[in-house]
């Protein structure tokens, strides 16, 4: 299984971007999803998450600009980030809770991270 993370890139403060977070391989079911950011220094914190249950979880710095959202038949996960802001410049990362068949545990797996550098 993997995840491809993309979408990220130089934007001007109050733009906008969309990143994607495609899974593929042997997939069975994909239950949480969710989107984290770091900066140099500081720990990876979650920016969004969009567990099994569908009830979405945002980051108090994010509410009211960043959407979570999937397509389940495409196996993609996005983040529409609106309103951007500089100190919204991170590497951002996603993640996904996987069963890889109907017999296996699901497991966490890691996209590669995308840039996204907002300009003041």
């Known amino acids: 299984v993997q995840l491809q993370a993309s979408g990220g890139g130089l934007v001007q403060a109050g733009g906008s971007l969309r990143l994607t977070c495609a899974a593929s391989g042997s997939i069975f079911s994909i239950f949480g999803v969710g989107w984290y950011r770091q900066t140099p220094g500081k720990q990876r914190e979650l920016v969004a998450a969009?567990?099994?249950?569908?009830?979405?979880n945002y980051a108090d710095s994010v509410k009211g600009r960043f959407t979570i959202s999937r397509d389940n038949a495409k196996n993609t996960v996005y983040l529409q980030m609106n309103n951007l802001k500089p100190e919204d410049t991170a590497v951002y990362y996603c993640?996904?809770?996987?069963?890889?068949?109907?017999?296996?545990?699901?497991?966490?797996?890691w996209g590669q991270g995308t840039l996204v550098t907002v300009s003041s």
């Open positions: 993640n996904a809770d996987i069963a890889r068949s109907s017999s296996d545990y699901s497991y966490t797996y």
């Open positions: 969009l567990p099994a249950s569908g009830k979405t």
